[in-house]
């Protein structure tokens, strides 16, 4: 039986509509995430767990930091928005800079400003604080990081 000439038509336009497509933003990465930071001057692991924005949106994910030991850190949490195929979270860290002996010595409250690549998940956060360790003067530091998904 032979197939009538609209179906073909529709089957064609079908398939042309679908190579012509524009491609999509990165899709939503909702997960659970260990966040490598191999540079920073910290004894903790960290699992992002990641999930929706409320109220939820595309360019919107959700990123609660849990800290492997929870001895000595504190839980952040926060919003990333994604533009232009980043994504950047802001959180301010009570515990973000750690002077002396990493395990007993003060702590200095940091703003950390993580930005990554949504498809390779690497990127660059930036941690800034307005004294430093010892009454050195404020600064940034920055440090390179990745995404595993677990």
């Known amino acids: ?24 933003h990165a899709t939503p990465f909702y997960a659970n995430y260990q966040l490598l ?30 800290p492997m030991p929870i001895a000595k850190a504190f839980e952040y949490r926060g919003n990333a928005t994604l533009t232009d195929g ?17 395990y007993y010595g003060p702590v200095v409250a940091t703003r950390d400003v993580y930005s990554w690549d949504a498809q390779t ?3 660059t956060l930036q941690s800034s604080f307005a004294a430093g360790c010892d009454g050195a003067p404020s600064g940034t530091l920055t440090y390179p990081f990745s995404l595993v998904r677990l």
């Open 86 to 102: 980043r994504y950047t979270l802001t959180v301010d860290v009570p515990d973000g800079l750690r002077c002396g002996n990493v």
């Open 121 to 123: 998940l690497t990127g």
């Open 37 to 66: 930071i191999p540079d920073r001057y910290d004894f903790h692991t960290w699992t992002w767990a990641v999930s929706y924005c409320v109220p939820e949106a595309h360019d919107c994910v959700q990123i609660n930091a849990i």
């Open 1 to 24: 039986m032979p197939i009538p000439k609209p179906i073909v038509a529709l089957a064609s336009l079908m398939t042309a509509v679908g190579w012509l497509s524009p491609v999509a």
